[in-house]
Structures are given as C-alpha cells and as structure tokens.
C-alpha cells in the first residue's frame, strides 16, 4: 500500500531513512514581500475550533514579521482533512508552513523541513501503568513541568465490552491478545503518532510484535479526528479508541452534555447525558512510550520560505508570540504552550517508529 496515502510503502520508506535533501537553504529569489503567507492545521481537535482559536493569528504574524523587515499581505489558515493530507501540501508548496504531529513529519520530512517543537505542560501522571489513570480521584491535571514528548492512551469505552476490558486492567489483570482482537477499535490515520504508530508499538511490545493490521480490520475503523472518536465512545458504537494523553481533558465538559448544545470551547454535546463522568467511563487500558512533540514546519517548495532569513524570523515570531498572552491562548488550542528550535534529526525516533510500521 502507499502509505502517504494509507500506509507506508518500500520507497516512501527509504525515503524517510535517507539523508535530508542537500538542497540549499538560501536563493536569491527569495523576496521579503509576501502577498499570502498560507497556514495549515491538522484536525487533531475539531475543525472549527481550531478555526475559531487561531483566527487572530494572522495579524500576529504580519506585526511580528514586519520588524524583521518582512511585508506579508494576508495570512490564510486552513485545517486539512487529513494528517497525510497536510504533509501533501506542504511538499507540494500549496501551503507554506504546517503544524505536523512527529509521525507525519518525518514521513514528509525530504520535501519540508521542521523549524520549531512544541512544548507543553506536562500533566500530573505520567506512570505507564493504566490503572492510575482511571476514576475520578486520578483525573489528569495539565499542572506538570514543560516537556518535549508526550504519550498515547488506550482507552476502553463504556460499550458493554468495553467495560470487560477496563474491569480487567482496573483489577491489575493483564489483557491478552484475543481480549484486544475481539474489540472493535477506533483508531486515526496511519501517520498520526499517538493515533496509530506508537499504539501499534505499543501492541508489538506487549504481544508478540502484533500490529493494528493484525487486528480483526472489519472492527477497525479509521476516524477523521479525535471528535469523532469520542463521539463513537460515547455512543457505545466501539470498544476502544486511541489518544493523545490525555484526550478525557479536552471532552470532560461535553460528555455529558446533550448533543444540540455547545461547549465553551466550541465542543457540541457528545450526549452522556445519563452517564457518569468521562473519568469513570472512558478507562485507561494501555499507555505508551512518550512520543516527541509536533513540529512547525516549511515547505522546501517555496524558495521565499525554504531560506535561513526566513525561517529564522518564523521561528522568532512564533516564540515571541506563544509568550504573549494573546498568543498563549491561540496555541492552546492544541496545548502548546511553547516553542523551541528543532532541527531534522530530533525526529529520528519518528522516522525509526515508521520504519518498524513497514
């Protein structure tokens, strides 16, 4: 299969283990008069909310990059439909810069090049032993020092059978393969880190090198964002879905709301109106290794955004703004909370995960 499509495929992978492109980062085409400056999002949350939270983000960018001597007409931000689909467009340069989870940069990563990893508070658990997660009394607190990774979450839902699985780990029982393979899985597309990749090493470690393709497919389902998986947990439609940790933080307040209301955050109800919180319902089952954190990337399509001046002044706006009171509340709608220089080979983790997918 082609796995920038759906999965990886041999010369997409020999691409990723291959030295970065020995393109050079300077032209003398690049011009500091930018007339659309184009800004692309993964759906990692839901669509309109990153719209709605960034939408002040444009002038931002203008007002910094202006003192750096940059005169940028319009900045256009978009969310793709896909992880994939984003990392297509910026190795096509129909947009310039992208907000990529370490997974799907790294399968892009001869055609863009990451300039900035996000940081994050870190959150009050980080204990690999899911049954610290789960009921009320363990709800995760995003109070943790700032750090660079972060990891997945296995959650079993309140279907029927998915209170058989919590019911096990919550009583220290080791769940065996055939418990896995007789759920019926909601998981994301297959570059997403903690949506697919690290929940597949997660699976290889523990049971024998068995990946999600070893799972029954006709109980795995591919969502189109983390919304929709929570959505299918709380309408009992599967067993298990997949997250970032911790995803119950982001949904806690519409669980149980009904669905033709909204949320503050712009959430609608996922309708658990009769139930009981997401900390008793959606259990942990599994947590995986830590998972590098996103990347801010260019594309190397677009000579007056593959060059150093450019890239540095990026890099210096988006810092500057994330340490703004303003900017702190744009990017919270993907909890960043600050942004560090990073270069390519801070993804090699990334890229050796992709490998062990092949």
């Known amino acids: 299969m082609n796995f920038k499509k759906i999965a990886l495929s041999a010369a997409a992978l020999s691409l990723l283990v291959g030295c970065a492109s020995g393109e050079p980062e300077t032209s003398d085409e690049a011009s500091k008069e930018i007339e659309t400056l184009r800004f692309q999002f993964v759906p990692s949350r839901d669509p309109g909310e990153i719209i709605t939270g960034t939408k002040d983000l444009g002038q931002l960018v203008i007002d910094e990059m202006a003192e750096k001597g940059y005169t940028i007409g319009n900045v256009e931000i978009t969310v793709s439909d896909t992880y994939e689909a984003a990392g297509e467009a910026l190795s ?49 607190l995003k109070n943790g020092p700032q750090v660079t990774y972060y990891r997945a979450l296995i959650y079993a839902t309140p ?22 393979y007789q759920a019926k899985w909601a998981v994301m597309n297959v570059t997403s880190s903690a949506g697919y990749i690290y929940p597949t090493l997660w699976l290889m470690e523990n049971y024998d090198g068995k990946k999600l393709t070893d799972l029954d497919q006709q109980k795995v389902i591919t ?25 119950r933080n982001d949904y806690e307040a519409s669980w149980n709301l009904p669905a033709d209301q909204q949320y503050e955050t712009g959430h609608s109800g996922l309708n658990r109106v009769d139930g009981d919180s997401i900390w008793n319902e959606l259990n942990v089952i599994g947590v995986t290794d830590g998972i590098y954190n996103d990347t801010v990337a260019v594309t190397k399509a677009n000579p007056n ?39 390519d080979s801070d993804y090699d983790g990334a890229r050796a995960a992709l490998k062990v997918l092949e």
């Not at 058989?164 to 065996?176: D, F, G, P, Q, Y």
């Not at 189109?224 to 940790?245: R, S, T």
């Open 305 to 343: 955004i593959y060059n150093d001046e450019f890239k540095a002044a990026l890099q210096e706006s988006l810092i500057n703004i994330i340490n703004t009171e303003k900017g702190a509340e744009i990017f919270g709608v993907y909890s960043h909370t600050g942004y560090a220089p990073s270069v």
């Open 159 to 180: 279907s029927e059978y998915g209170k058989v699985l919590a019911e096990k780990v919550n009583n220290h029982e080791a769940l065996t393969w055939d418990d896995l």
């Open 92 to 140: 096509a340069g129909s947009i310039d810069v992208a907000w990529l989870p370490g997974g799907t940069y790294a399968l892009y990563s001869d055609e863009s090049e990451v300039i900035l990893t996000a940081t994050r508070n870190g959150l009050s658990n980080d204990s690999t032993d899911p049954w610290t997660w789960n009921g009320d009394e363990n709800a995760t």
């Open 223 to 247: 969502m189109d964002g983390y919304k929709a998986a929570f959505q299918a947990a709380a309408n009992e439609q599967v067993d298990i879905i997949v997250c970032y940790a911790d995803g």
